[in-house]
């Protein structure tokens, strides 16, 4: 397929309000309720027809900046900013492909963010739901799963200035090889603040959905979980073990470490590996752990080697992927892997798969790989699209939160959520209180998203139902 080129006409963008029904904790924050971003894009092809698409994304604080001047609202104002200069720059850009889109906007993309003070994970985030938004317009134009899509490099994508690191990649040959993965291991999140046995509660939320370890493991059976730490070796130790009592009952298992930038240096993780390794009752969860997910702040995560800790167990890159060649500069310093996060863009986790591939081709064995790893997507949109960008690169696990931390499709109307659940029947289980993610057994089953028209979701959620997003108020001041 030659890609086809298209104009962007307009962006719609909206937002709504969510609670958590109980409070999640990673790295520096707490949440029990946020904001989702919903962006509508009208594309104009070639021949004058003329479609629409859509993206949707917590807007998230403290995560994509955490520096502690700024306030939660007004992490949400960065987000909110990003979309602005993403928006305004598309409109005016004229024709080009979806990936033409993309690369050729990024430097400027990324240098128009910086002088407002937003970093390049901000910025990542404002070209992600454009160019989201733009890709399932393109597909349903077409009438093309993302897969499908994929497959046949409706994007355009190619080498480029951008990725000068990947002259010479046969980008249309890697995407034709894809084969998507139809049903999945979903990774569930244990976060710092979670009960691991009844005992750790002083209440209940009592809304007939598990809370505890205990519970989350009867009720959905993971075999994948991701644990995160922070940053206090002992306590970590501590509360690893208790996890772990109850994992161990498991017949088997296998866990991610996420450390969410909460160690100052390489060496101060090394410390709680060896702390970890130390511990008999962490002999079991230790021999489960497949990767450790970035530990380390991500002002120093890439000023450092990483060869010790990566000697013991691969290394992630997940918050220091900022500038589109983090990973370049991480696997020097001995990270193997980086996660993908449809937050941070499609075109990105696949530029990385492409990195992937070719440094495995070149290596003795296979050493670099991506990562699936979560931003609480919600159910619908969201969750879809997230799905059908770790399906098409063929992932085998990924990690899921949003439905253990936001009870399905609450906060939105009734009818939304039967809509996406009638058009995807596999991922979704009709349930007392609406529908909700189904997960049987530990597995997601992808069927539904996987041949959805679109990027994951044929159809789109009710705007007519949310608050139109105000303009940003940054910067401050």
Known sequence: ??????????????????????????????????????????????????HWGVAAETLAAKWFDKDPRWSDAQNEHQLRRALEIASEATLAAGANTAFGHYADAYAAHVAACGAEGLNPLVAAYGRALVDRAMLDALLKAKGLSFAAGLHANIGGMAPHAAIPDLVGVDF????????????????????????????????????????????????????????????????????????????????????????????????????????????????????????????????KALDGAMGALAA?????????????????????????????????GVWRSLINLARCRAWNAAAPEPRYFMSAEDLTTLAGVCVQQDLALVSAMGLTHVERNGHHFVD??????????????????????????????????????LGGVADAIGLGAAIEPDTASMDRMPKAAWPPG
């Not at 397929?1 to 904790?25: C, G, N, S």
């Open 172 to 299: 249309g040959a890697m995407l034709a090889s894809l084969t998507p993965a139809r049903r999945m291991h979903a990774r569930h999140t244990v976060g710092l603040v979670d009960p691991i046995t009844a005992a750790d509660q002083a209440e209940r939320v009592d809304d007939g959905l598990p809370e505890t370890v205990e519970e989350v493991v009867a009720t959905y059976r993971h075999t994948w979980w991701k644990l995160k730490v922070g940053g206090n070796v002992a306590a970590d130790v501590d509360r690893l073990c208790r996890i772990a009592s109850v994992l161990d009952r498991l017949h088997g298992y296998h866990v991610s470490l996420d450390g969410n930038e909460q160690y100052e240096d390489a060496d101060g993780v090394l410390a709680l590996w060896r702390a970890m390794q130390a511990e008999p009752r962490l002999a079991r969860l230790n021999a489960s752990i497949a990767f450790i997910e970035q530990p380390v702040k991500r002002a």
């Open 312 to 344: 013991e167990r691969p290394v992630i890159v997940d918050e220091s992927d900022g500038p589109l060649d983090a990973f370049v500069q991480a696997k020097a310093l001995g990270y193997t892997g980086i996660s993908s996060k449809a937050c941070k």
């Open 1 to 50: 397929m030659t890609a086809p080129r298209f104009r962007l006409l307009e962006v719609e963008r909206f937002e709504w309000p969510f609670k958590l029904r109980m409070p999640f904790r990673f790295g520096v924050i707490t949440v029990t309720h946020g904001r989702q971003a919903v962006l509508r894009a009208r594309i104009a092809l070639e021949d004058g027809s003329e």
């Open 408 to 445: 399905g499709f609450a906060g939105r109307p009734k009818a939304e959520g039967i809509r996406f659940m009638e058009a995807c029947p596999d991922l979704y289980a009709d349930t007392p209180r609406g529908p909700r993610l189904a997960i049987r057994e530990g597995v997601l089953e």
